[in-house]
């Protein structure tokens, strides 16, 4: 995570809850939006509904390690993503995590579409709104 930052204020989450694009996905929800910045940001959220603090931990770390292996292969600068982890991502392993939070991943940065086709759009023309 050499170009990545950590989300920590409640300000900055709330802002992306309301002001991003978001994927729904059956182990996590993905928002993402674009940022003016040289970095990344990445926020990741577990609730306690999730289960207990040693459940809540390895699905964080889950997640971060499944962002790692993303960031190898694609560059993440100048977005903000923040990722919610639901009650399924507690009996998951990495590499369902990792597939999901890529293919969701493309999809709201306009690589493809859900069926899998090519899209012709920019990461640029993500809206703000």
């Not at 923040?82 to 369902?96: E, N, W």
Request: glycine share 4%; with cysteine; net charge positive.
């Amino acid at each position: 995570m050499i170009y990545t930052d950590s989300i920590k204020s409640n300000t900055e989450f709330k802002r992306m809850y309301y002001k991003s694009k978001y994927k729904i996905g059956f182990l996590t929800v993905i928002y993402l939006k674009k940022n003016r910045e040289k970095t990344a940001s990445l926020g990741i959220t577990v609730s306690k509904k999730v289960g207990n603090a040693v459940v809540r931990n390895r699905v964080r770390r889950i997640i971060l390690a499944a962002y790692r292996e993303l960031e190898k292969a694609e560059d993440y600068r100048g977005l903000t993503i923040v990722v919610v982890a639901r009650k399924s991502c507690c009996k998951a392993k990495m590499c369902d995590v990792l597939k999901e939070m890529k293919r969701n991943l493309d999809i709201l940065k306009g690589v493809k579409t859900k069926n899998g086709f090519k899209k012709v759009k920019p990461i640029n023309k993500i809206s703000s709104s």
